[in-house]
């Protein structure tokens, strides 16, 4: 499995952009990327993923840099319903596995 | 369309005792997969279904844990004897294919104490 590595945590005020980096320097040429969040006490949630473009859908985008060996999660305009803990996975193996996350707190 | 639905929602038991949590995927997901999350951690891959037959379950800890998916449908985990450190989530997720171009569903999981 890819070795990601993420910032434990990162604050951010409320209507500001968020970028979350990742770095996974170990990746394979036909991992995907994901990326999903966990809100306290629910189970994760699909936020987005992508191969080798960048993507974008109606919670995030993603930016997939050129050689692959990072991301970086983009919240346009952060929420306090963003608060959660945000997990960088890059899909080996037939299964996603999880790492310790990024836990993102909002300040409004 | 419904998620996945999980149940109980929260189970407290004595070591030794015996439980089971079940588990039902959205409709048409091929792939079933249950989660172990201890309190403060990432989720870890118990096992993984592909229709009603095992892809992996090499995290499973088949002395005390089993799992079943009958007609490739709703799946049950159980645990018998539960120990102290099973207190977890138990997080049921699905998804179309096994592949890495499809997004994972979860449940809101089942909380387990084990006292």
């Known amino acids: 499995d890819a070795k990601t590595t993420q910032p434990n945590s990162m604050e951010s005020n409320e209507e500001e952009p968020v970028h979350l980096p990742c770095n996974h320097s170990t990746i394979s040429g036909t991992d995907y990327i994901h990326w999903y969040r966990q809100l306290p006490s629910q189970g994760p949630e699909y936020v987005i993923h992508?191969?080798?473009s960048n993507v974008n859908n109606r919670m995030a985008s993603l930016a997939i840099a050129e050689d692959r060996k990072s991301s970086t999660l983009i919240l346009h305009r952060a929420t306090l319903r963003d608060a959660a803990v945000y997990y960088c996975i890059p899909w080996g193996a037939q299964k996603l596995v999880f790492g310790q996350g990024t836990r993102l707190t909002i300040n409004p | 369309e419904a998620g996945v639905a999980q149940s109980p929602r929260y189970k407290i038991i004595e070591k030794r005792q015996s439980v089971a949590f079940w588990c039902n995927p959205i409709?048409?997901?091929?792939?079933l997969y249950w989660y172990q999350q201890i309190l403060g951690q990432g989720p870890k891959l118990l096992i993984q279904?592909?229709?009603?037959?095992?892809?992996?379950d090499s995290q499973l800890p088949k002395d005390r844990f089993s799992a079943e998916r009958l007609k490739g449908v709703d799946s049950t985990l159980k645990i018998q004897p539960a120990k102290l450190e099973d207190s977890a989530v138990y997080l049921c997720?699905?998804?179309?294919?096994?592949?890495?171009?499809?997004?994972?569903?979860f449940g809101s999981g089942t909380r387990l104490t084990v006292v």
């Open positions: 992508g191969l080798t």
């Open positions: 409709s048409g997901h091929a792939t």
């Open positions: 997720a699905s998804s179309l294919g096994g592949t890495g171009n499809y997004g994972y569903t």
């Open positions: 279904f592909q229709n009603n037959g095992v892809v992996d």
